[in-house]
């Protein structure tokens, strides 16, 4: 019930494709979904973060997909870049006292 | 400061020697979390204080484990008679207590126990 699974689990992506990156839930009490980046050496940093009453947000080149009745969300990078080669990591709660967090995705952008 | 503050970045010991983890949360934020990241691994939640209420402890993975938080402020996770399995990045996270505001981390500190 409180676990929240993402998929993959790595991805290479040629520059200027788009990396998909997708996460399922269960706990339906579950109200704020975030997504989180982490660079070699760093913390995880927000990224994007969506509600359940819309079913798309986008930030810049990033977009996330919202599915209710299904319980999944994923994460769309547009015109991917070599910059973005990052591990990727979704999660999930309720009104965020305490995040849920997914496995991580790592993500690579080939040249 | 500007974000969260972590300290040492990185501290190696020997096995059986207890260690001590600073975190300095950003002003003001009064929700402060520990968590424990392992090697190309995800997020494993430790320990979580609220404002003034009692910490969330359930995350410790054993008694060797303690965090306290002292003015609301700083923060110290403390290990003690530290094993090989305790390698890893601890990570601190800081946010304001509003619904839907993100935790902000800090770089972690990086734990070698030889």
């Known amino acids: 019930q409180q676990q929240v699974k993402q998929s993959p689990q790595s991805l290479i992506v040629q520059k200027g494709g788009i990396p998909i990156i997708n996460c399922a839930y269960e706990n339906t009490a579950f109200d704020y979904f975030p997504w989180y980046q982490q660079f070699p050496g760093k913390g995880p940093a927000l990224l994007i973060a969506i509600r359940p009453d819309v079913s798309e947000k986008k930030e810049g080149r990033f977009t996330i997909s919202f599915n209710k009745s299904a319980k999944q969300f994923s994460l769309h990078i547009m015109d991917s870049q070599p910059g973005d080669s990052a591990t990727y990591f979704c999660?999930?709660?309720?009104?965020?006292?305490?995040?849920?967090w997914g496995a991580g995705t790592k993500l690579i952008i080939k040249p | 400061g500007a974000g969260v503050s972590q300290s040492p970045s990185n501290k190696v010991t020997e096995k059986g020697k207890d260690v001590e983890l600073r975190c300095d949360p950003i002003s003001g934020h009064t929700a402060l979390y520990w968590y424990r990241q392992s090697l190309g691994q995800g997020l494993e939640f430790l320990i979580y204080?609220?404002?003034?209420?009692?910490?969330?402890k359930s995350g410790l993975p054993s008694d060797r484990f303690s965090a306290e938080r002292t003015g609301g402020s700083v923060s110290t996770l403390t290990i003690q008679r530290t094993q090989q399995e305790d390698s890893a990045v601890y990570l601190c996270a800081s946010r304001r207590e509003v619904s839907n505001q993100p935790q902000h981390f800090g770089d972690g500190t990086r734990l070698s126990i030889l």
């Open positions: 999660a999930a709660s309720k009104s965020n006292y305490q995040l849920i």
């Open positions: 204080f609220q404002g003034n209420s009692a910490p969330d």
